[in-house]
């Protein structure tokens, strides 16, 4: 992380952050980026109006901040994810002691815009998955490795670093399960069904055989060279895929994520349940799939009822 331009006591304490983030809480190289990024930019706004201490951080100095964001036509969602970021700031810089008031607990921001991810139809999932099995009829490799991707993806909506960390040792094919590291290190159990089953073991026998080498390593899905799937192959595989539907909205590998948990919901599956197939660490985030459910049935009441 950059800590030029900052007080010698600013930038200790985001290095201090960083090492934080990393030890204690485990988390990924993306989200540790995006808080030292978030605080990072109050700290130099902060120093801009003359701190040089964590202790000159005041209430007003963060509210600056966001406004001084939100006039540069920042969106809700920013502002809501930056505060986010500085309150855990703020809250470890009271654990360790190095502020004596926590000036982020009055600070209020823009909620966040509901927004509904895409979901997939049953119809537009069973045309997807046709051309997928199509494809790897005629045994490609990566044909075979792509069919079972996006199976695996839908069958347990993972999280598409999750599946690129899979390895092989992760799958149990007798009991139909995966071991999953998520978020935080933490690992959960996923079932998968009887296509998905077929679709990797497809894989596993007639394709990831003539792609090993000697730097796969235990990988479960490989590249083109060999080595461990990268998350960026698997999102333009699937953004092409949908693209060839032509008449969806949804985009990448969490709208495969998205549509498993909805089509669970609309079949009857408890909430907290499909929390835990999701890696989900409050049951708050899962309840948005409630939300798809209830606007598509309300969708179809009213082009079906006569008086809706």
Request: no cysteine; proline share 3%; aromatic share 4%.
């Given at each position: 992380?950059?800590?030029?331009?900052?007080?010698?006591?600013?930038?200790?304490?985001?290095?201090?952050?960083?090492?934080?983030?990393?030890?204690?809480?485990?988390?990924?190289?993306?989200?540790?980026?995006?808080?030292?990024?978030?605080v990072r930019s109050l700290l130099s706004h902060a120093e801009s109006e003359g701190a040089v201490r964590l202790q000159d951080l005041e209430l007003g100095t963060l509210r600056r901040w966001l406004g001084a964001q939100s006039q540069e036509g920042a969106a809700r969602s920013t502002l809501a994810r930056r505060s986010a970021s500085v309150r855990v700031f703020t809250a470890w810089a009271m654990a360790e002691e190095r502020i004596t008031t926590d000036p982020a607990l009055r600070l209020k921001a823009p909620k966040r815009e509901q927004s509904l991810p895409g979901?997939?139809?049953?119809?537009?999932?069973?045309?997807?998955?046709?051309?997928?099995?199509?494809a790897a009829a005629e045994g490609a490799p990566l044909a075979l490795r792509n069919r079972a991707i996006v199976e695996l993806l839908y069958a347990t909506g993972v999280r598409v670093g999750e599946?690129?960390?899979?390895?092989?040792?992760?799958?149990?094919?007798?009991?139909?399960?995966?071991?999953?590291?998520?978020?935080?290190?933490k690992e959960r159990t996923v079932p998968y069904g009887v296509p998905a089953a077929l679709a990797v073991d497809d894989w596993l026998r007639r394709g990831r055989p003539l792609v090993v080498?000697?730097?796969?390593?235990?990988?479960?899905?490989?590249?083109?060279?060999?080595?461990?799937?990268?998350?960026?192959?698997?999102?333009?595989?699937?953004?092409?895929?949908?693209?060839?539907?032509?008449?969806?909205?949804?985009?990448?590998?969490?709208?495969?994520?998205?549509?498993?948990?909805?089509?669970?919901?609309?079949?009857?599956?408890?909430?907290?349940?499909?929390?835990?197939?999701?890696g989900h660490s409050s049951l708050a985030t899962t309840q948005i799939y409630t939300h798809v459910s209830v606007d598509r049935l309300r969708k179809s009441y009213q082009q079906a009822h006569p008086r809706a």
């Open positions: 992380m950059d800590y030029e331009g900052l007080p010698a006591e600013l930038g200790g304490a985001l290095d201090a952050f960083a090492q934080y983030l990393s030890a204690e809480r485990a988390v990924s190289p993306h989200t540790l980026r995006g808080y030292l990024g978030d979901v997939l139809q049953a119809g537009q999932l069973t045309r997807l998955l046709s051309t997928l099995e199509e599946l690129a960390g899979l390895d092989v040792d992760d799958l149990d094919p007798d009991r139909r399960t995966l071991r999953v590291i998520g978020k935080g290190n080498r000697d730097n796969s390593g235990p990988a479960l899905f490989l590249g083109v060279r060999g080595g461990r799937v990268d998350q960026r192959q698997v999102r333009a595989m699937v953004n092409d895929l949908f693209a060839g539907l032509g008449d969806t909205s949804a985009s990448g590998p969490h709208a495969l994520r998205h549509s498993a948990a909805t089509h669970l919901l609309d079949g009857g599956a408890d909430l907290r349940a499909v929390q835990e197939i999701l």
